[in-house]
């Protein structure tokens, strides 16, 4: 029987994407596992907007691509669901139910599984924790892949000792400095967006993910350790979890999407093609970032007056976010004749791992999402960090005060950025002292990226002990 690596990404294509590379990189390394991919089937929602995007076409097409690819990854879809969870709930708490709806499925599939192959691991995502049980159950070794750094790994895991230590909602602390191992002070206000509040179900469900993590087989992180040392230090000796026993941790990144992109090359590419060296800055904020129009038009006159050469990806603000942008209606009034010779506007979406590494690229304005962060450190690109949703402010506060490859942005009371702020910022990165000071550092994270992950790198040989681990564990 061969050995089987079970991975369980959740919906949405930023933690699908993850996994793959994962998937990957584990048939790098140690080719002779099977690797199956678990798809969540869109639910029977009759028209739910909050619903994550299971199905989006352009995800098919991206899993077509990986299997003429990388045929010994395999995609099996789980059957659709007859449950439909309450419409009321927000995305965030769709990605934790949709996975709960799923267990029975799931705990079916696995026994399949394992009765043609040793399953040796099954990983699962932080919003798949429902999974959690139903392995443990059936005696498979759970592990989690940790999509975010090991600095954001160890506050979650620290989240029970603060929900005891702390009692109000961090939402009603302000600035107020929370203490957690290995971190520097994070205000109150900056923790992720999903526990600021503990009256929510969300918080709840994080909680007991943290709970789950410290009891499962072991923790994968995307990230090196030499980009977080303290905080790795800090989960490695016990600090994070209530019993001082934490499972083994695997930083094994950075893990960074490969392009996958078929034909020719995006527009925007031959425009970098015809742009200095290091004179461009970049301007996309994941896969969900969105932007009032009013905020739209701050950030275009921002970057008219910084005088810096740009590549922005700009879509409508919601609710129309689906619908292709106006350009003409959107930006202020002659706006895309006047920075004509200086700007390139995408679109939508752009090849970002493909832009990041365009030696024209000199800067990225990131909404500090973590693969984001990854790709810029990997090819060496210093950031404007503009933080939006999710763990990203809690991001913010390590790119710009932990490693210092960020500068931070800051917002107003009304949480917009202003024209002349973010002028400032690009200003700095490319004309200044400190901007200098911020892109050596992040070429020093380059390079020690690429030494974590060659053979006798610390990516490398974290990768190696858990094949190890997996090829000797006894699992019938
Ligand atoms: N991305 C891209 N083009 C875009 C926007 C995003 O290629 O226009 C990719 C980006 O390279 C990254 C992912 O989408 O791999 C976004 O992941 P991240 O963790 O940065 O942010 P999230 O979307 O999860 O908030």
């Known amino acids: 029987m061969e050995d089987a690596i079970v991975l369980y990404p959740s919906p949405?294509?930023?933690?699908l994407i993850s996994m793959v590379e994962l998937g990957k990189h584990i048939l790098k390394y140690h080719p002779s596992f099977s690797i199956t991919i678990l798809i969540l089937s869109k639910p029977n929602t009759n028209t739910n907007s909050t619903s994550p995007n299971y199905v989006e076409s352009s995800t098919d097409q991206y899993m077509a691509t990986v299997n003429s690819t990388t045929p010994s990854i395999t995609f099996h879809h789980l059957p659709p669901i007859s449950k439909v969870p309450p419409s009321t709930s927000s995305f965030l708490e769709m990605n934790y139910l949709i996975p709960r709806l799923n267990n029975q499925n799931l705990h079916q599939t696995l026994k399949t599984i394992s009765q043609t192959?040793?399953?040796?691991?099954?990983?699962?995502?932080?919003?798949?924790?429902?999974?959690?049980?139903?392995a443990s159950n059936i005696d498979i070794p759970t592990y989690y892949f940790f999509t975010s750094g090991a600095s954001a790994l160890a506050l979650f895991l620290y989240m029970p000792t603060l929900h005891k230590n702390v009692d109000k909602s961090f939402k009603d602390l302000g600035n107020m400095p929370i203490d957690i191992p290995g971190l520097p002070p994070i205000p109150a206000s900056d923790m992720p967006v999903g526990i600021l509040n503990r009256n929510n179900q969300l918080y709840e469900y994080f909680l007991n993910t943290a709970t789950h993590m410290a009891k499962s087989n072991g923790l994968l992180a995307n990230t090196f350790e030499s980009l977080e040392t303290k905080a790795i230090v800090a989960l490695s000796n016990g600090l994070c979890v209530p019993d001082g026993v934490t499972p083994p941790i695997f930083c094994i990144g950075p893990l960074i999407s490969s392009s996958n992109q078929d034909g020719d090359a995006h527009e925007c590419l031959n425009w970098l093609n015809s742009q200095p060296s290091r004179s461009v800055v970049f301007l996309c904020f994941g896969s969900m970032g969105l932007f009032s129009a009013k905020q739209l038009k701050e950030m275009a006159a921002g970057l008219e007056n910084s005088g810096q050469r740009?590549?922005?990806?700009?879509?409508?603000?919601?609710?129309?976010?689906?619908?292709?942008?106006?350009?003409?209606?959107?930006?202020?009034?002659?706006?895309?004749?006047?920075?004509?010779?200086?700007?390139?506007?995408?679109?939508?979406?752009?090849?970002?791992?493909?832009?990041?590494s365009h030696e024209s690229v000199g800067g990225f304005v990131?909404?500090?999402?973590?693969?984001?962060?990854?790709?810029?450190?990997?090819?060496?690109?210093?950031?404007?960090?503009?933080?939006l949703y999710a763990e990203q402010r809690l991001n913010r506060v390590f790119l710009v005060e932990e490693m210092k490859v960020a500068l931070g942005l800051k917002e107003m009371e009304d949480g917009l950025v202003s024209a002349e702020e973010l002028e400032k910022r690009v200003r700095e990165l490319f004309e200044s002292e400190v901007g200098r000071e911020v892109r050596e550092r992040v070429l020093g994270f380059r390079e020690e990226a690429m030494v974590a992950q060659k053979e006798g790198g610390s990516s490398h040989v974290a990768l190696t002990k858990l094949a190890q681990l997996w090829k000797q564990t006894q699992h019938e």
């Open 12 to 15: 949405g294509r930023g933690h």
């Open 117 to 134: 192959s040793k399953l040796r691991a099954f990983i699962i995502d932080f919003f798949c924790d429902a999974s959690f049980e139903v």
């Open 310 to 356: 740009f590549l922005w990806v700009v879509r409508n603000p919601p609710p129309d976010k689906e619908k292709e942008p106006n350009l003409d209606e959107l930006l202020p009034k002659g706006f895309l004749e006047r920075t004509k010779d200086k700007g390139f506007v995408v679109k939508q979406w752009a090849p970002q791992v493909e832009v990041l």
């Open 366 to 387: 990131t909404h500090c999402g973590w693969n984001s962060v990854l790709e810029a450190i990997s090819v060496g690109v210093p950031m404007v960090a503009w933080p």
